[in-house]
């Protein structure tokens, strides 16, 4: 299969391989089988198999994987080997606890810029980063060489920002709005819905057992509540 059909199912699971390997790598583990990669961290050790395939081999017969070679093989396939400019559109409080999320200092994702309507808001700062004009959007994407776009904006302002962002050559968005946007060209968008995955939790509180997390059956349940 060609690497260019992969899905993002799959990348998904490639940054959760990556990190399993960085915490056992941390622990001072060299190898690791992909039978001890699933039980230690409970994931599948076929899907390891069959999504580590699509780029190669990289087990040992006999040995398994060696950690530090597939950490740095699968940095270099989810392109974590180079670091990405962020800019965060929407100054608000959605927009300034991203741009404070401690984790960005761990990865390979530094937020330079900030952007906002709001002329009050331009020119302030959160922590070391910059407030714009989003009306200067073009100018700092390139004076920062931005390359990831984050939308923290109102819905009604979503599709407006995104063609601004993508007109200034950014390819990659994700999109906290809760609407579906739509991306010309070879844009890459990534929804985050928070209402829809708290709808989803809601729906497993709402299944037999989903309060206590056990998912009983309905008659395993009857059966303890009359003990």
Do not use: W
Not at 184 to 193: A, H, Q, R, T, Y
């Amino acid at each position: 299969m060609k690497v260019d059909k992969i899905s993002e199912l799959t990348t998904n699971r490639l940054s959760v391989y990556l990190r399993c390997l960085n915490e056992l790598a941390a622990q001072g583990s060299k190898t690791v089988s992909s039978e001890g990669l699933a039980k230690q961290f409970h994931l599948n050790s076929a899907q390891i198999r069959k999504d580590l395939a699509y780029f190669g081999e990289f087990g040992v017969r006999g040995v398994g994987y060696y950690i530090d070679d597939l950490r740095k093989h699968l940095t270099k396939i989810l392109g974590l080997d180079r670091q990405h400019s962020v800019a965060i559109v929407g100054a608000g409080r959605l927009g300034t606890a991203l741009a404070d999320y401690y984790g960005f200092a761990q990865s390979n994702f530094t937020v330079a810029a900030l952007f906002d309507a709001d002329a009050k808001k331009i020119g302030q700062k959160i922590g070391d980063v910059e407030i714009f004009d989003i009306k200067n959007f073009a100018e700092a994407a390139e004076k920062y060489k931005i390359d990831v776009a984050v939308l923290a904006v109102p819905a009604e302002y979503a599709q407006d920002v995104l063609e601004c962002v993508t007109e200034a050559g950014v390819k990659a968005v994700m999109n906290f709005a809760p609407i579906p946007l739509r991306a010309k060209g070879d844009v890459k968008i990534k929804n985050v819905d928070l209402t829809i995955s708290l709808e989803s939790l809601s729906y497993f509180l709402a299944k037999p057992g989903g309060k206590n997390g056990k998912n009983l059956k309905p008659d395993a349940a009857k059966i303890r509540i009359k003990k």
